[in-house]
């Protein structure tokens, strides 16, 4: 296993390799002078050089290319200069509030599409599968920031029930020293009871919208991988030893229909990170998308190579472990593998 | 880990998720007192540096700047156009300074004895020599801003004693003392900020981006760029009576329909970046407190480039200034909320003011027959340019002048220009038609001018026009003021007034306003040169 997982690392890295390179090239190509933009509304063209200089933008672009991956290797990403702080403080700072809302958003989207998938698929053609039918559509077709600006306007504006769009926690509730960045969890360790209720309050809104989004796409593959287990032959003699409904389907037919499903929320996953950019901006999140927005709006070169390089160690983690899941789940695709 | 291990962790995992999210909802008492005494101010941008000296510094870091430094003095207040506190272009209050003694080729301070730092240690002549040593040095925006006022060297700073400072003047500039009032001369912890200097460094830059070390009412204990700026009051802050309000949270909140639903769901107490449109209909429904001002010495313009045809030719110019949809705009794009900056009587005298309204006005028949009388009676084509970081406004306006101007024939493709873009091109000058606004902070009409209208072709004179008719009045009324000639002053003010109307390179528009919305309970509100909240007089009923 060891092996083969080493073997699965090693091929991520000329991948790697090609995103430093284009991202560094694609945010060269971009209109726009950082210089300019950060000189100020009063710059003459002697402060805007001057800043140039002082950004290193006045050298040629392998020089400046060598400047980017020498900093690299020490672990360096330059600094914003729309939030004036080092890029990599800024990733950490924001990495885990997206992926805490992501992450939950996800999780409610499995909890509410697989049963909805497995329903559908058992009852074929009955309300519940006309139901799942509906909410596929509608999730897909409703843009993530309209269904967020929709849940703020019903639960928080008419409502009351939902707390106040600003971020992850209450004005002021007081955060809990970061341990691992992860509010939920930092709260639960240090057994700041209050300050989770509240976190929780602010999370519930901005993850049912991307719970909303993601839902289509897994309710739809559960139910067509699992319509296509539930007509094979082993079920079928699964059904006929008498084995009670709930076995087959959950024991025998969903186990075997997971493959594809996981495949899927790999996928869900990377478009759910995209989809936050837009939640982020409506929930006034503090996450890595909004932040990537900013610095792409101000030119801002050094965090949205930074934000491109973390998406992509982040996505090559993630296939790893479903390329690891899936041998865990089903043997024969280990031994193939 | 086998496969049978994994399914059954993972359903455990599923378990304890599932039932740990019902968790208690308990608000301690605290939280109602904190609500009390802090103000919760939320809005589009968050600083991107604490400190107006910093590498481009943005203006959201003006606002921490101006209330957690002070100044050696600053401006007394008066009542503005709509009975709002407005401060008073030419009255000076001490603010770090107790005595100010203005002489001929200088102007001598002396500091309060008991001011202190927000970290202790007394504010001395030497902090103050060293602070405006640095905003001379260290270049960009500062220093540019500086020179504005003629203060340029190092050397015209002098400290006399532990407690008195003098400015020399390089030359008689009118604009000296004014600019000492501005935000960038503020008095920075010398020996604080040094201790952090490095050779690459030398004025501590990198320090205050990320600490505020002044003597200002208010001090940022906590601030993650943006997401929120939480300011503390400074409990020994002598510059003035002591504020109201102990704390300041300031939430960076992207989306403006978000901004209005904590507005009118009372979660929020102040916003003052909100659309038009917004702001009109919440006036309608007066449940909250709005005040709108004007900007002062800002105007929203069409700027039209004289160095290349068809432009080059005043009769076109004017032909565009009868075309535009002066009232559409402030109608349909502004809702209201500007004042109108055209349409004067035809025997309205010319004021020593800027801005004031010119006398054209949408008169689509004098506008073709201006343009048949330039030579082109079938008009032309060209480019319609504007900053799309204010699309907001921008994009209705420029759809509105393009509709309007091709019914004189003259077609026009939009150019929208991404914010980040917008001031390389500006600095290029080839765009032949933009709309922009331009505003000083300084208020004084000359001081337009020499940025707007000069030939000196800053990048403000975005049209690049170039008259030394003009030049010589607007350096006329500049050394007029420096030696308080009145009657040479309002002449020239007057004929440079009339002149640009009269060739109109850039077309005014409206006076755009500042839309501040607060909840009834707040008070205490201030207009500013800077346009930005000074929290030191705000309250909380």
Known sequence: MLSSFLRRLATAIPSLIGVIIVTFLLTRVLPGDTAAYFAGPAATPEAIEEIRVKLGLDKSIPEQFVDYVGALVQGDLGSSLTTGQPVIQDIIDRLPASAELTLFGLFIAIAVAVPLGILAAVRQGSWIDHLCRIVATAGVSLPVFFTGLLLVYVFYYILGWAPAPLGRLDVFAFPPDPITGFLLIDCVLVGDWETLGSALAQLAVPSATLAIFALAPITRITRASMLSVLSSEFVRTARASGLSPFKVIVGYAFRNAMLPVITTLGMVFSFLLGANVLVEKVFAWPGIGSYAVEALIASDYAPVQGFVLAMAIMYVVLNLLIDLLYGVIDPRVRIEG | ?541
């Open chain 2, 1 to 541: 880990m086998n496969r049978r291990d994994f399914l059954k962790t993972a359903s455990t995992a599923a378990v304890v998720a599932g039932t740990g999210v019902a968790a208690p909802s308990i608000i301690s008492p605290a939280r109602a007192d904190a609500r009390q005494e802090s103000l919760l101010i939320v809005s589009e941008n968050g600083p991107n540096n604490l400190d107006i000296h910093g590498v481009g510094t943005n203006v959201p870091g003006y606002e921490v700047s101006w209330n957690c430094y002070d100044r050696l003095i600053s401006h007394e207040m008066k009542s503005g156009p709509n009975g709002v506190p407005y401060y008073d272009r030419d009255k000076f209050k001490p603010e770090l300074a107790e005595d100010m003694n203005v002489g001929d080729m200088s102007a001598t301070f002396k500091l309060r004895k008991d001011a202190v730092f927000q970290d202790g240690t007394p504010v001395t002549a030497a902090d103050v020599k060293w602070s405006l040593d640095r905003a001379v040095s260290v270049g960009g925006f500062p220093t540019f801003q500086m020179k504005a006022g003629s203060l340029e060297q190092t050397d015209q700073f002098v400290v006399v004693d532990d407690h008195t400072v003098r400015v020399d003047f390089l030359r008689k500039d009118r604009l000296t003392i004014p600019d000492l009032a501005v935000i960038v001369p503020c008095i920075v912890n010398s020996q604080l900020v040094k201790k952090h200097a490095t050779a690459d460094d030398p004025w501590g830059l990198e320090y205050t981006k990320q600490n505020t070390a002044g003597s200002g009412a208010y001090k940022v204990v906590r601030w993650r760029s943006g997401t929120e700026v939480v300011l503390e009051r400074h409990e020994d802050w002598k510059g003035g009576p002591k504020p109201a309000l102990k704390r300041i949270i300031w939430r960076i909140v992207p989306s403006a329909g978000n901004r209005r639903a904590l507005l009118e769901r009372g979660d929020a107490d102040l916003s003052f970046d909100l659309p038009s449109k917004d702001f009109a209909e919440m006036k309608q429904d007066g449940k909250l407190s709005l005040v709108s001002t004007p900007y002062s010495n800002g105007i929203q313009y069409i700027g039209m480039n004289v160095t290349q045809p068809p432009f080059d030719n005043v009769k076109v110019r004017q032909a565009v200034a009868y075309a535009l949809p002066y009232q559409k705009i402030i109608d349909a794009v502004m809702f209201g909320l500007a004042k109108p900056m055209f349409g004067a009587a035809a025997d309205t005298p010319t004021e020593v003011a800027w801005p004031q309204p010119h006398k054209y006005f949408t008169d689509l028949d004098k506008a073709r027959a201006l343009l048949a009388e330039a030579g082109y009676p079938n008009g032309f084509e060209t480019t319609l340019s504007f900053n799309l970081g204010f699309a907001g406004v921008n994009e209705p306006l420029c759809i509105l002048v393009q509709e309007s101007l091709a019914q004189i024939g003259i077609k026009t493709t939009i150019n929208k220009i991404p914010g980040a873009n917008w001031r390389t091109e500006l600095i290029k000058k080839e765009m032949p038609l933009i709309t922009n606004v331009f505003s000083g902070w300084l208020d004084y009409p000359e001081y337009f001018f020499f940025w707007c209208y000069h030939g000196q072709n800053a990048v403000f004179n975005t049209m690049s026009y170039q008259s030394p008719e003009m030049d010589a009045m607007i350096d006329g009324a500049r050394a007029a003021a420096a030696n308080g000639d009145t009657m040479a002053y309002e002449k020239d003010v007057k004929d440079f007034v009339d002149l640009a109307f009269e060739e109109v390179p850039r077309i005014p528009l409206y006076q755009p306003y500042v839309n501040v919305a607060m909840q009834p309970n707040v008070s205490g509100y201030q207009y500013w040169f800077h346009r930005r909240l000074d929290y030191r007089s705000l309250a909380k009923a």
